[in-house]
């Protein structure tokens, strides 16, 4: 339902590539790259053609989330083929770099790696591309908020406090470079003990949908913290992909319809 994103100010678009989406979080930790891929998928069931970029340059972890190794070919030495698995296109430093090397990077190297990542690569034709941004309010979301034309940005986050506070002040920097918010997600939003079905609710429950209601932003849904989620996760083959009949795949697909 996202309005396609205007070329407009400085903002260059990407040719071919109908709607950039972000997927954001305050904190690091609350599950924003697992939903990210499992809401980039999401999307590719029900039918559309999806990139997913991992904008996180010093914690990149979408190669292994969808079970992707090897290194990106550039056939005319300019442009890179982005790596495909599950039916879509995904992009990541970590395709470059051994996984346990760092990116000791300033800001603007990191700001240079983002924009080559999004405009040197082959990504048309896309009708989204999702970016898994790296946590917090730095260089890298201001980046994709400033210079490029998102469509909007959907905010991760768990029902705990701290997370929250960290969660609507992604809210509000997204806001401050009119950038639409699509909606909070909470993910880990409570857990359903396998044996005896007793429901915790470990980091608190309720708090995003709270939240979404305050800041006046949509409430896109909840994710329960599940083993299967993380075992697919790290098994390279997102559960959306894995179990698509579990009601886990289904909520998130009920998200993607929604954003
Ligand atoms: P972030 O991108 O916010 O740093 P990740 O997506 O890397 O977070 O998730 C952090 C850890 O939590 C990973 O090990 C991931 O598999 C796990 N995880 C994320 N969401 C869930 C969930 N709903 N249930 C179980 N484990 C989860």
């Given at each position: 339902?996202?309005?396609?994103?205007?070329?407009?100010?400085?903002?260059?678009?990407?040719?071919?590539v109908?709607?950039?989406?972000?997927?954001?979080?305050?904190?690091?930790?609350?599950?924003k790259?697992?939903?990210?891929?499992?809401?980039?998928?999401?999307?590719?069931?029900?039918?559309?053609?999806?990139?997913?970029?991992?904008?996180?340059?010093?914690?990149?972890?979408?190669?292994?989330?969808?079970?992707?190794s090897?290194k990106?070919?550039?056939p005319?030495?300019?442009?890179?083929?982005?790596?495909?698995?599950h039916?879509?296109?995904?992009?990541?430093?970590?395709?470059?770099?051994?996984?346990?090397?760092?990116?000791?990077?300033?800001?603007?190297?990191?700001m240079?790696?983002?924009?080559?990542?999004l405009?040197?690569?082959?990504?048309?034709?896309?009708?989204?591309?999702?970016?898994?941004?790296?946590?917090?309010?730095?260089?890298?979301?201001?980046?994709?908020?400033?210079?490029?034309?998102?469509?909007?940005?959907?905010i991760?986050?768990?029902?705990q406090?701290?997370?929250?506070?960290?969660?609507?002040?992604?809210?509000?920097?997204?806001?401050?470079?009119?950038?639409p918010?699509?909606g909070?997600?909470?993910?880990?939003?409570?857990?359903?003990?396998?044996?005896?079905?007793?429901?915790?609710?470990?980091?608190?429950?309720?708090?995003?949908?709270r939240?979404?209601?305050?800041g006046?932003?949509?409430?896109?849904?909840?994710?329960?913290?599940?083993i299967?989620?993380?075992?697919?996760s790290?098994?390279?083959?997102?559960?959306?992909?894995?179990?698509?009949?579990?009601?886990?795949?289904?909520?998130?697909?009920?998200?993607?319809?929604?954003?």
């Amino acid at each position: 339902h996202a309005a396609p994103g205007q070329p407009t100010g400085g903002k260059q678009g990407l040719s071919g590539v109908t709607h950039i989406i972000a997927v954001a979080s305050g904190k690091g930790g609350v599950g924003k790259s697992t939903t990210a891929a499992n809401l980039a998928l999401a999307m590719s069931a029900l039918g559309h053609k999806v990139g997913l970029l991992d904008a996180d340059i010093y914690g990149p972890s979408q190669p292994r989330l969808m079970g992707i190794s090897g290194k990106p070919q550039s056939p005319d030495g300019k442009r890179l083929n982005p790596m495909e698995n599950h039916g879509i296109k995904v992009m990541s430093i970590g395709f470059m770099v051994a996984e346990d090397t760092p990116m000791i990077w300033r800001g603007p190297m990191v700001m240079g790696a983002l924009t080559q990542l999004l405009r040197d690569v082959n990504w048309a034709p896309l009708d989204v591309l999702v970016c898994d941004l790296p946590p917090g309010t730095g260089d890298a979301q201001l980046t994709m908020a400033q210079n490029v034309p998102l469509s909007g940005a959907v905010i991760v986050s768990t029902p705990q406090d701290i997370a929250l506070i960290d969660a609507k002040k992604g809210l509000n920097m997204f806001r401050k470079v009119d950038v639409p918010v699509l909606g909070i997600i909470e993910n880990m939003s409570y857990f359903c003990c396998p044996n005896c079905g007793h429901r915790s609710e470990i980091f608190a429950h309720g708090g995003a949908q709270r939240e979404a209601e305050r800041g006046g932003v949509d409430f896109l849904g909840e994710i329960p913290l599940d083993i299967a989620i993380r075992e697919t996760s790290d098994g390279g083959r997102p559960i959306v992909v894995s179990d698509p009949q579990s009601p886990h795949a289904a909520a998130y697909r009920d998200m993607a319809q929604r954003i």
